[in-house]
């Protein structure tokens, strides 16, 4: 029998993506996922180092499965422990000083390689040693052309890498460093992996990048194509009923891209997009490219393209040097936009980026506090924004199984979680579904109610999710 593998993935939907591609990767080359890290022979972890906290769980997991370990310190029976993903690629072989157990470093663009890795580790156990495999470059060949080109164990929402890493350093920002320089992949190779989640039970599909918008992949006829007209093809494909995107930068938010939303009924009415500050001083130290007002600009124009569009961002306070003045007008920027949800950081200083060296740290205290204040602000607008759904019929493309039973979880356009029973009308929403094109494990979990769009009237809202009542069907998959 295969090895048994288990992957962990920490961070951002690109780490998800990749955690499901080497997952593939492994079944292919015949071993065997387990969802329990104790079961597992081989310890995946796909890590993340965009805060000090992220990078640094990565350590305590390590000493945890060490600790967990019934097979004692011999090396050829303990788990072969593998780091893959950006704390890899930042750290490398340093990660080996810290924590000696691990055997394999693998950066995010060189997991192609992993079954080879694991192989070369295998090899020196037998031989009595320690493996040691360390593989931090960045290759020519995009790894996505060495990956299984057939995608599987696809969820009813899916994501899709279509461009990688970023020139646009940030002053706070590892990611340049972590994933290398922007890259975009083909058209084609873009549109055949669609076409082949979608077959696989895919509706929707999240179409991802560190720079997503500033995707400028090559098309059939070797021209640089954009998002938007990217947006438009695989919102083509039969049976897909839902696309998104994330994440974009306000400097690549382009006419098209905009228009987009008014003209491509798929491409679903939200956007997560970071402004990180409300104050133009701040925002030029970050090097962020744009200022407050282009950013009010943007939202303004993406509201008359698309007027219920929700709006999503990151916030970062604390940057170096944030006065109490530059913290009031991110409040206020909150305040004049008013978004459907946000995430707020308090700044982190990353080794190797520009702005850990500024003298002017802000105290711990400071962060905390202002951060406080700034959630609460988020936390409210938030609340009334999932407020305006009650009484509303939303669609509603459920995901997976909720904590009642018979209770499902699906996602609204505006990316809210919703609840709702499909259960008690079960037998009236039943109708013959052309599930012809999924095999048998997804039309089971299709015939339970995941993978379905379905009319939903929200009758409660919490800060972070509503809550429904099944109306019906919205027609089957191959309706889109
Ligand atoms: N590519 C995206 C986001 C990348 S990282 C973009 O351009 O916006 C996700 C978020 O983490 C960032 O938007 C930022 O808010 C936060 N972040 C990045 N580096 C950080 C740091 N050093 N400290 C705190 N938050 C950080
Ligand atoms: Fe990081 Fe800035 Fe690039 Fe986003 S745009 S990934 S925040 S450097
Ligand atoms: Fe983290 Fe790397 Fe994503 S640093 S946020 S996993 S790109």
Excluded at 66 to 71: D, E, I, M
Excluded at 259 to 272: F, K, S
Excluded at 400 to 420: I, K, N
């Amino acid at each position: 029998m295969g090895k048994r593998f288990y992957i962990k993935s920490y961070g951002c939907q690109m780490n998800v993506y990749d955690s499901e591609r080497m997952s593939e990767l492994m079944c292919k080359s015949g071993y065997k996922p387990v969802g329990e890290v104790t079961e597992a022979e081989i310890i995946i972890l796909n890590t993340c180092h965009i805060r000090e906290k992220a990078a640094e769980k990565v350590y305590s997991d390590i000493g945890r499965i060490r600790a967990q370990s019934k097979s004692g310190s011999a090396i050829q029976t303990s788990p072969l422990i593998a780091i893959v993903g950006c704390v890899a690629q930042a750290e490398g072989e340093e990660i080996i000083r810290r924590a000696p157990a691990v055997e394999i470093v693998m950066g995010p663009q060189s997991y192609q390689n992993l079954p080879a890795a694991i192989h070369e580790v295998e090899e020196a156990r037998r031989a009595g040693n320690k493996g040691k495999v360390i593989i931090t470059d960045f290759p020519t060949k995009s790894k996505f052309e060495q990956l299984p080109g057939r995608r599987s164990g696809v969820q009813p929402s899916a994501f899709l890498t279509i461009q990688e890493g970023c020139d646009k350093f940030c002053s706070f920002c590892v990611v340049p460093y972590t994933r290398g320089a922007e890259f975009s992949r083909p058209v084609e190779d873009i549109l055949f992996e669609a076409r082949n989640l979608v077959s696989n039970g895919a509706q929707e599909i999240t179409l991802l990048g560190q720079n997503v918008n500033a995707f400028h992949g090559l098309d059939v006829e070797g021209q640089k194509s954009d998002l938007a007209t990217l947006i438009k093809h695989i919102a083509d494909i039969e049976g897909l009923s839902r696309v998104r995107y994330t994440t974009s930068h306000p400097k690549d938010m382009t006419e098209a891209l905009i228009e987009a939303h008014r003209t491509i009924p798929e491409c679903m009415p939200y956007l997560h997009l970071p402004v990180q500050s409300g104050s133009d001083r701040i925002l030029e130290a970050m090097n962020r490219q744009h200022t407050r007002s282009d950013y009010i600009k943007i939202v303004k124009r993406l509201r008359a393209a698309r007027p219920d569009i929700a709006l999503s961002s990151d916030f970062i306070v604390g940057f170096p040097g944030e006065t109490d003045d530059d913290f009031e007008q991110t409040l206020d920027l909150v305040r004049e936009v008013s978004f459907a949800q946000a995430y707020s950081f308090k700044y982190s200083p990353r080794p190797g980026t520009p702005s850990a060296e500024k003298k002017e740290q802000i105290s711990e205290s400071v962060k905390s506090e202002r951060l406080a204040r700034l959630q609460t602000l988020l936390k409210e607008d938030q609340m009334k924004f999932n407020q305006t759904m009650i009484g509303r019929v939303l669609p509603v493309l459920f995901e997976r199984e909720g904590r009642e039973v018979g209770q499902l979880v699906g996602r609204s356009p505006y990316m809210q979680a919703v609840h709702a029973e499909l259960h008690p009308d079960r037998e009236r929403g039943r109708i013959d579904y052309d599930n012809s094109a999924l095999d048998e494990d997804h039309c089971e979990s299709y015939n339970s109610g995941i993978g379905r769009l379905c009319a939903v009237k929200i009758v409660k809202a919490g800060p972070n999710s509503l809550a429904g009542v099944f109306e019906s069907e919205l027609g089957d998959r191959s309706a889109a």
